[in-house]
Nanobody, 124 residues
């Protein structure tokens, strides 16, 4: 499975950005991880199940709850991450991820497929 991510960029604190990812084949779950400068890669959000976003399960890291929204279309193998009220600590390289389980992969070693990273920079 190949993952193609797009979006990201630079924004001031309080602003918004949107990331998108398309998978070349169906997977049970997709999500986003990020790596901040000098830190380990960490879980951000995930969406599991099939069908429209409204009937799928979503999961978020505590640090982004209430600010980020993950959505996706299981039939089209696509996923989006809407990031609002961005903070400088959200800066990092964001990676699209996918795995063949309905459980959220919150650790990097649980992810089966990785997309290329996309840079998100939030200035203060």
């Amino acid at each position: 499975v190949q993952l193609q991510a797009s979006g990201g960029g630079m924004v001031q604190a309080g602003g918004s950005l949107r990331l998108s990812c398309t998978a070349s084949a169906r997977t049970f779950s997709m999500g986003w991880f990020r790596r901040a400068p000098g830190k380990e890669r960490e879980f951000v959000a995930a969406i599991s199940g099939s069908g429209r976003s409204s009937i799928r399960s979503t999961y978020y890291a505590d640090s982004v709850k209430g600010r980020f929204t993950i959505s996706g279309d299981g039939a089209r193998n696509t996923m989006d991450l809407e990031m609002n009220k961005l903070k400088p600590e959200d800066t990092g390289v964001y990676y699209c991820a996918a795995w063949q389980s309905l459980q959220p992969a919150t650790r990097s070693n649980e992810v089966a497929y990785w997309g290329q990273g996309t840079q998100v920079t939030v200035s203060s």
